[in-house]
T-cell receptor
């Protein structure tokens, strides 16, 4: 049983560019959440998708947007990249409360 | 808003016991989770407490007191492989949507020495 997968593993972009990160949830999971983790800090909640709709959102600007597909996979889009967007982006899937399964993350570097 | 406090670093020797405390402030509290993250790796789930009391899973135990907005993770019989960062995370919700949103603490770096 494959766990949560994310692509790409690493990404380098320049300021002002746009990026799309992808996530496939664990088999049977219908809820996908995205987190941003800066070095040495805890993950920060970006948003959560359920039934193809954004269910909750953290304190992130509108430059961060997402999508969930009918097969429950998800994308995170970030527009107008800033240097401060450099971080590890984690996708987590869940089926019920309390336990989330995290993917390996995408390391984004903005130059 | 939400906030969680946990110690930044703990050092112990193999075989010892370590307790990582976590205090939180949040509205719409559902439960407290603990995650382990090795350097370069993804967070992995350790435990979840929705009710007061102690949950034991092998060498790791987790405790919650909702009235005190406090919980802890107990690591017993420490092994070198337990060197990692440990995060407490509150499952909470904002607005009307109940869900699995997690608000994480800053993490406690545990260093296990021989």
């Amino acid at each position: 049983d494959a766990g949560v997968t994310q692509s790409p593993t690493h990404l380098i972009k320049t300021r002002g560019q746009q990026v799309t990160l992808r996530c496939s949830p664990k088999s049977g999971h219908d809820t996908v959440s995205w987190y941003q983790q800066a070095l040495g800090q805890g993950p920060q909640f970006i948003f959560q998708y359920y039934e193809e709709e954004e269910r909750q959102r953290g304190n992130f600007p509108d430059r961060f947007s997402g999508h969930q597909f009918p097969n429950y996979s998800s994308e995170l889009n970030v527009n107008a990249l800033l240097l401060g967007d450099s971080a590890l982006y984690l996708c987590a899937s869940s089926l019920y409360a309390g336990e989330q399964f995290f993917g390996p993350g995408t390391r984004l570097t903005v130059l | 808003g939400q906030s969680l406090e946990q110690p930044s670093e703990v050092t112990a020797v193999e075989g010892a016991i370590v307790q990582i405390n976590c205090t939180y402030q949040t509205s719409g509290f559902y439960g407290l989770s603990w995650y382990q993250q090795h350097d370069g790796g993804a967070p992995t789930f350790l435990s979840y407490n929705a009710l007061d009391g102690l949950e034991e899973t092998g060498r790791f135990s987790s405790f919650l007191s909702r009235s005190d907005s406090y919980g802890y993770l107990l690591l017993q019989e420490l092994q070198m492989k337990d060197s990692a960062s440990y995060f407490c995370a509150v499952r909470d919700h904002t607005g009307e949507a109940a869900g699995n949103k997690l608000t994480f603490g800053g993490g406690t770096r545990v260093l296990v020495k021989p």
